[in-house]
Antibody, heavy 122, light 108 residues
Framework: QVQLQESGPGLVKPSQTLSLTCTVS??????????WTWIRQPPGKGLEWIGY???????YYNPSLKSRVAISLDTSKNQFSLKLSSVTAADTAVYYC??????????????WGQGTLVTVSS | QSALTQPASVSGSPGQSITISCTGT?????????VSWYQQHPGKAPKLMIY???NRPSGVPDRFSGSKSGNTASLTISGLQAEDEADYYC????????FGGGTKLTVL
């Protein structure tokens, strides 16, 4: 059973770079059937898709965040990571990693990590 | 892409049925059969309930069903139970993803 777990700093200063890692257990990042995805949820608000990375290293980002986002892959550690630069208070959110089955033709997010709250504040 | 439109809240009594709508455009909901629904309890991660408009993952009760007509998808929960009280989000895949704003379900 695949499980995902986010990790990283819970507090980031404005204008700095937010960095998070998602560790995948029970499955391999090298499968061609999945996109490995980041999604965020500001406190009390809805979900926002950030982007994904494929096992080949190709990426696709939400156009609204594209200029500030980078997602990378470390298959040796079975991890993928998110970097979001020039953060502001508007980037305060719970950040989730999830497995997207769209690469295999069945778009859906399952499973999700438990989420990690990142607060942007000085 | 603009967010999909969901009602902010719906409510129902135990045993009743409710339906949550999710309205998009012909470029997302109406153009693809790639609508999925997620249940989120407070402080928890979202959980997949329906994918590809009407498919239910194993383990999801058959009280949950999905459908689509034109640019509007719907999630129906029949035989409401107390544990169904949660936020529900729809999403649509078109090569990228867009979510609805979420609907708070209250079980009276």
């Amino acid at each position: 059973q695949v499980q995902l777990q986010e990790s990283g700093p819970g507090l980031v200063k404005p204008s700095q770079t937010l960095s998070l890692t998602c560790t995948v257990s029970g499955g391999s990042l090298s499968s061609g059937d999945y996109y490995w995805t980041w999604i965020r949820q500001p406190p009390g608000k809805g979900l926002e898709w950030i982007g994904y990375i494929y096992y080949s290293g190709s990426t696709y980002y939400n156009p609204s965040l594209k200029s500030r986002v980078a997602i990378s892959l470390d298959t040796s550690k079975n991890q993928f990571s998110l970097k979001l630069s020039s953060v502001t208070a508007a980037d305060t959110a719970v950040y989730y990693c999830a497995r997207d089955w769209a690469a295999g033709g069945t778009p859906k997010f399952d499973p999700w990590g438990q989420g990690t709250l990142v607060t942007v504040s000085s | 892409q603009s967010a999909l439109t969901q009602p902010a809240s719906v409510s129902g009594s135990p045993g009743q049925s409710i339906t949550i709508s999710c309205t998009g455009t012909s470029s997302d909901v109406g153009g693809y059969n790639y609508v999925s629904w997620y249940q989120q309890h407070p402080g928890k991660a979202p959980k997949l309930m329906i994918y590809e408009v009407s498919n239910r993952p194993s383990g999801v009760p058959d009280r949950f069903s999905g459908s689509k007509s034109g640019n509007t998808a719907s999630l129906t929960i029949s035989g409401l139970q107390a544990e169904d009280e949660a936020d529900y989000y729809c999403s649509s895949y078109t090569g990228s993803w867009v979510f609805g704003g979420g609907t708070k379900l209250t079980v009276l």
